[in-house]
C-alpha cells in the first residue's frame, strides 16, 4: 500500500462520545499535518508534526488530542465534540515541515456530530 | 492579515480554456501552491511556483507575478474529469501555508 491512508472515511458520533482518528504514510516523510477542511472555507491547519515532535498547534480547542508514535503513524483523539466540529479532516505528509515541497493528503475522514 | 483571494466557482465547456485566478496578501513569499480536489477525495498537488512566470505542465499552466502577488492556473483543452475543485495556497515567511477558500469548477458538455 502507497500514499497516505486514513481510518474510518466516515465517522457519526455524539457529543459525549470518544473515538479516534487514523492516518497513515508510507512515503517514508518526515512531517504529517492534520488539517480540517469546512464547505466554502479554506483548509484550517490544527496540527503538524516533524519527527514525531509537534512543530504547530493552531490554537486547536482540547477536545481535539493529536498522538504521533512514529513518523508514519499520526492519530486525532476526539472527545466531547460540537455540532460545529463537524467536517472534512484530512491528514497529510511531505518531505519536511517548510511547506515548499508538494503535500501529500490522504482522502480524508468525514465526521458528523450529532 | 494575510489572505487568499480566488473565485467561489468558475462554468466552462468541454473543450475551451479557462483561466482560474488568485491573489495573494501575505507577510513574506515563499512560493505558491496549486491543488485539484475532485468531490471526496483528496487533494492533489498541481504545482508550485516560486519565481515570476509561466511554468507550463501538460493541459495545465500555472503563473506567477510576485510584484503583483498574482497567480492563474490556465486549463486547456477543458475534459469532463477537470471538473473539481481548485486550491491556491502562499506561502509565508514563516514557511506557513496560507490557504484560500478554492474553486469550484464546472464543466458543462
Known amino acids: 500500500e502507497t500514499g497516505v491512508t486514513q481510518t474510518p472515511r466516515h465517522l457519526v458520533m455524539g457529543m459525549t462520545n470518544k473515538k479516534s482518528l487514523k492516518c497513515e504514510q508510507h512515503?517514508?516523510?518526515?512531517?504529517m499535518y492534520w488539517y480540517k477542511q469546512s464547505a466554502k472555507k479554506p483548509l484550517e491547519l490544527m496540527f503538524v508534526?516533524?519527527?514525531?515532535?509537534?512543530?504547530e498547534n493552531n490554537s486547536v480547542p482540547s477536545r481535539f488530542s493529536p498522538e504521533c508514535p512514529n513518523s508514519s503513524h499520526l492519530f486525532l483523539h476526539l472527545h466531547t465534540l460540537q455540532p460545529e466540529d463537524s467536517a472534512l479532516y484530512l491528514c497529510?505528509?511531505?518531505?519536511?515541515?517548510?511547506?515548499?515541497?508538494?503535500?501529500?493528503f490522504g482522502e480524508g475522514s468525514r465526521l458528523t456530530v450529532l | 492579515g494575510q489572505n487568499i483571494d480566488q473565485p467561489t466557482e468558475m462554468t466552462a465547456t468541454e473543450g475551451a480554456i479557462v483561466q482560474i485566478n488568485c491573489t495573494y496578501q501575505t507577510s513574506g513569499f515563499n512560493g505558491l501552491f496549486w491543488y485539484q480536489q475532485h468531490a471526496g477525495e483528496a487533494p492533489t498537488f498541481l504545482s508550485y511556483n516560486v519565481l515570476d512566470g509561466l511554468e507550463e505542465k501538460g493541459r495545465f499552466s500555472s503563473f506567477l507575478s510576485r510584484s503583483k502577488g498574482y497567480s492563474y492556473l490556465l486549463l486547456k483543452e477543458l475534459q469532463m474529469k477537470d471538473s473539481a475543485s481548485y486550491l491556491c495556497?502562499?506561502?509565508?515567511?514563516?514557511?506557513?501555508?496560507?490557504w484560500g477558500a478554492g474553486t469550484k469548477l464546472i464543466i458543462k458538455p
Open positions: 508534526y516533524s519527527l514525531e515532535e509537534r512543530v
Open positions: 497529510a505528509s511531505s518531505q519536511d515541515w517548510t511547506n515548499t515541497g508538494e503535500l501529500f
Open positions: 495556497a502562499s506561502v509565508d515567511s514563516n514557511y506557513q501555508l496560507i
Open positions: 512515503l517514508g516523510h518526515n512531517a
